[in-house]
């Protein structure tokens, strides 16, 4: 362990002034005059917050999962045990790439601080994902160990045969439950222990419970400690590499910007493996020695049960969750005056929604903006001042700039172009890809700047709007899909010659997926087949809702595939 002393969000100072630039930026005009331009980061890892925790408030309830209560010793107590056994047992170094795939459960948590604390990387894996998928992330990212639900186990299976993971740490939702609850428990959580019949499987339970003491890790905050994965155009996702201080200066910021506090109890439904989640369920909550009430999947009757037992009064929701709760009947009978604190992104909030929200709590919802390349906060609208369905303001210390996609000179506002971005919680860069890298970053003004891919523009008051995609991608729910990459996984299929995926205006998930698919000669598929393939081959979300076979796809004087003139059939079809 290190010797800095773990140090709190309330406890850090206020940093030197901002460089000149920074001052004049239109956004300060709508600052919030009680907070700082730029925030100092403490010295600290992330385990760090972890043990400040424990030794502040050891019998505080960290987690609470159907009615369970984790205190932070508890926390604490398995973490060290679990990254005992991955030293001692598992072979885990400093620096060593380590699989999470899971729901939401104590054990996400838990696993994830017990690799940071062995100063390895926790690679998070969509629980979503096929084995297809987890191939490349295995191989990308050279992880040979991992921490897997059991329902999952399947899914990590082919890669224990071929051994190229070696050793595996097995844990059961229903392992992690109180005697009782009068909350809807899904089967899959009350599923008990099953048999592990391969020496390289190790029971959750049994890891724990052999006591094993993990050894000191001079862990320092640019240690590499987070590689999740993002698609894009190529088809390939990449790994973001995220050190602790990249981590920190996002969650801190968040911390900052909502005001959230000690005595805050978070709703924790977004998936963990998932930025928006990990932010704001688990990092968030623990440097802050925060509750959280933690749900593995979304649930209206007992979110609405929840916030009223618990007093929950911060919870990170996309626009579509939000709607589906507040119209649930369970939402209308219970207390749910304790909510201070509503945040999220990634579609536009209905306007009759954020009048109840107003109406009946008083609560007015924080959009933001923020990728997974920026470890989720960046921009956000401020606190009293926030503008309808805009990305906000950049937050502290983040320059963001409009600029030409082609030539990158900066545009002046009113103007549509690529949004860049410099900021102290933008990852390192993509692992192990050179070329992304060159392609995604320039240096200005003595700045890194990254490129998001989106076309937005500025108005004169400093805040932003997204207005386009420079880049092909789909939004479900939240969830990006990559065009490249489904269609990629279409071509696998024998019988597919063409394929173009395009989004489909969706009114509950904002987008949903489909695809434009040519046979090839001989070949006889129907969609309900298609569809299924795919549903094997890829995340659920990613999986084409619709799939509309023709004789030929439009092509460019070049020969490429015209998928923007496919797009434009289906956003004019909706209109």
């Known amino acids: 362990m290190?010797?800095?002393?773990?140090t709190f969000p309330s406890e850090m100072t206020t940093p030197h002034a901002p460089p000149a630039a920074a001052r004049s930026a239109p956004w300060f005009g709508a600052w919030p005059k009680h907070l700082p331009r730029t925030l100092e980061l403490p010295e600290v890892t992330l385990i760090d917050h972890l043990d400040a925790a424990a030794a502040r408030h050891p019998d505080k309830p960290a987690l609470i999962f159907f009615d369970r209560h984790f205190s932070f010793a508890d926390v604490k107590a398995q973490v060290e045990a679990l990254a005992g056994h991955l030293q001692q047992r598992a072979g885990v170094q400093p620096g060593d790439r380590v699989l999470l795939m899971s729901q939401n459960c104590p054990q996400f948590t838990i696993a994830f601080h017990a690799v940071v604390r062995c100063g390895a990387v926790v690679v998070p894996v969509n629980a979503m994902s096929t084995a297809t998928?987890?191939?490349?992330?295995?191989?990308?990212?050279?992880?040979?160990?991992?921490?897997?639900a059991q329902e999952l186990l399947r899914t990590v299976q082919p890669a224990m045969a071929d051994g190229r993971l070696r050793h595996a740490v097995v844990h059961t939702y229903a392992d992690a439950l109180g005697r009782s609850t009068d909350l809807n428990v899904p089967d899959g959580v009350r599923a008990p222990r099953e048999p592990l019949d391969d020496p390289r499987l190790v029971h959750w339970q049994q890891a724990i419970g052999a006591g094993l003491a993990a050894g000191a890790v001079n862990a320092s905050p640019d240690d590499l400690c987070l590689l999740p994965y993002t698609s894009g155009t190529t088809g390939r996702p990449k790994g973001c590499m995220h050190t602790h201080r990249t981590l920190l200066a996002s969650t801190l910021a968040a911390i900052?910007?909502?005001?959230?506090?000690?005595?805050s109890v978070?709703?924790?439904?977004?998936?963990?493996?998932?930025?928006?989640?990990?932010?704001?369920?688990m990092l968030m909550p623990m440097a802050l020695g925060a509750t959280v009430v933690l749900q593995p999947r979304w649930d209206a009757a007992n979110t609405a049960r929840l916030i009223e037992r618990y007093r929950v009064s911060a919870w990170a929701a996309p626009p579509?969750?939000?709607?589906?709760?507040f119209a649930h009947p369970e939402a209308q009978r219970r207390d749910l005056t304790s909510l201070a604190v509503l945040n999220g992104g990634g579609a536009a909030m209905p306007d009759a929604v954020s009048a109840m929200l107003k109406e009946r709590f008083g609560l007015t919802y924080i959009e933001g903006y923020g990728l997974t390349e920026t470890a989720s906060f960046l921009h956000c609208n401020p606190l009293g001042r926030g503008k309808r369905q805009c990305l906000g303001i950049p937050?502290?210390?983040?320059?963001?700039?409009?600029?030409?996609?082609?030539?990158?000179a900066e545009l002046p506002a009113g103007e549509v172009g690529e949004l860049v971005t410099s900021a102290p919680q933008v990852m390192q860069g993509y692992w192990h890809d050179d070329a992304a890298n060159a392609a995604s970053f320039f240096e200005r003004d003595g700045q890194r700047f990254f490129r998001t891919g989106d076309l937005a523009s500025?108005?004169?008051?400093?805040?932003?709007f997204m207005r386009d995609r420079l880049k092909r991608m789909i939004n479900v729910s939240g969830y990006k899909v990559w065009p490249a990459e489904v269609e990629s996984l279409l071509y696998r299929h024998p019988a597919v010659h063409e394929a173009c995926v395009v989004a489909v205006p969706d009114a509950r998930q904002g987008e949903s997926v489909k695809a434009v698919v040519v046979l090839k000669p001989g070949h006889a598929l129907s969609e309900a087949e298609l569809m299924a393939w795919c549903r094997e081959q890829m995340a659920v979300y990613k999986a084409p809702r619709t799939v509309e076979f023709r004789a030929a796809l439009p092509k460019s004087g070049t020969g490429k595939v015209a998928w923007r003139e496919l797009q434009a059939e289906q956003a004019a079809a909706a209109s």
């Open 133 to 148: 998928e987890l191939d490349h992330y295995i191989a990308d990212s050279g992880a040979a160990v991992a921490l897997v």
């Open 266 to 281: 978070v709703m924790g439904v977004a998936p963990l493996f998932h930025l928006l989640g990990m932010q704001n369920a």
């Open 2 to 6: 290190t010797d800095r002393t773990p």
């Open 256 to 263: 900052a910007w909502r005001g959230l506090h000690r005595a």
């Open 395 to 408: 937050a502290f210390g983040v320059d963001s700039r409009i600029v030409d996609p082609e030539t990158l």
């Open 320 to 325: 579509a969750m939000l709607v589906d709760f």
């Open 458 to 464: 500025m108005d004169g008051e400093g805040y932003f």
